[in-house]
Each structure stands twice: as structure tokens, then as C-alpha cells.
């Protein structure tokens, strides 16, 4: 039987070192072998240890930019701590395919319009030939989810691309008061990671 890939999917950090600390602590304590964020890695507060605990670790680490963090900071963070953000790309890890575009409508550097997101999670997923598992990465929740409650529509795009892509997971962030919530759109699980983190197995 295949081994299954261990995740700590985390979102929002918003540039605070204490949660950073934390979610590598937790990524240690539970052995995952990668650690992927769903943007605003930045913005509110700056620190200097927004991925540096992670690779103090040894984790191997994915990333991508949300409202707060602009596209160059992120390929900055990419560059500088050795991982990979896949804002228009992909990866592979034990036969687990992931692809993401970051960024959302609203306030912010990291602004994207619908038709680009569209087309970055397209040109992300077209990395991902004959890949059957596949997770997706957004910062903005789909529209029509249950995230929807805080009054912030979602995203027409990352519902159209679940429809389309058929990734087994879509794991985002944004919403923070809808952290941990679960649901399904199509055949696809959909995850509201948060900043305190989330352990998926696939």
C-alpha cells in the first residue's frame, strides 16, 4: 500500500512569529512531510521568521501569496528560504499533485483580478499531466461556500476551476472567523485551513 503524504496546511499568519513557531512545532510533533501556506504570509505585523522555523525543522515548504503579500515579496520569501511557491505553478510530492494561484479581490498588494486567477490556476494545473490526486491551493474561498458567511462573496473562479480540475482537496484560507471549516463542492473536499493549521493525510 502507498504511503499517504502528511500536510500541515496553514493560512493568515500575517507576518506573527509566536503562530509561525507554532505551526513548525506542530509540523515536527506530527512528522508531516510538507508544509504548504495559503497566503498573507505578510502584512500586518513584519517579523524575520515567517518560513525560517519551518526550515529549521527541515520541513519542505509551499507557498503562495494572499491580499496582504505582494507577488515579489513572495518569490523574495521563495528565494531566500529555498521553497516553492506555486502562485501559477505546480509540484509533485509521492504522487500528489499541487497547484495554486494566490492573491484575492480586495484590499492590499496582492490584488488579482477574476479572469487572472482563473488563468494562473489553469496554467498551474496544465504541470499536473497525468497526476490523479491533486490538491489545489487558493488564498480566496469559493463562492457559493459556507465561508460565504462573513458577508465576503467568494471566489466565482476557484469554484470553477474545482469544477473543472477535479482536485481531491481544495485547501484555502482568507476568511479567518471560518477557520476549520469543511464541506463539499462537487466531489471535492474544501478546507478552510486557518492560522492555527491543519493536518490532512492523501
Partial sequence: MA??????????????????????????????????????????????????PFKDKKKRVLIIPGNWDSFAT????????????????????????????GGAEGPGPGRITEKELFETLKKAHDGLKGIEKKIMVTHQHPAESYSEFS???????????IKKFKPEILIHGHIHEGEGIEEKINETKVINVGRKGKIIEI
Avoid at 502528511?6 to 503562530?19: C, E, N
Fill in 74 to 101: 513572495t518569490d523574495f520569501l521563495a528565494n531566500l528560504y529555498g521553497v516553492k511557491n506555486i502562485h501559477g505553478y505546480s509540484a509533485i510530492y509521492e504522487n500528489v499533485g499541487f497547484f495554486g494561484a
Fill in 151 to 161: 458577508g465576503i462573496p467568494g471566489s466565482e473562479s476557484v469554484r470553477k476551476a
Fill in 3 to 52: 504511503k499517504k503524504l502528511k500536510i500541515l496546511a496553514a493560512s493568515d499568519t500575517h507576518g506573527d512569529s509566536k503562530t509561525v513557531k507554532k505551526l513548525a512545532e506542530k509540523a515536527e510533533k506530527e512528522n508531516v512531510d510538507l508544509v504548504v501556506l495559503c497566503g498573507d504570509n505578510t502584512g500586518w505585523t513584519e517579523t524575520k521568521n515567517i518560513i525560517k
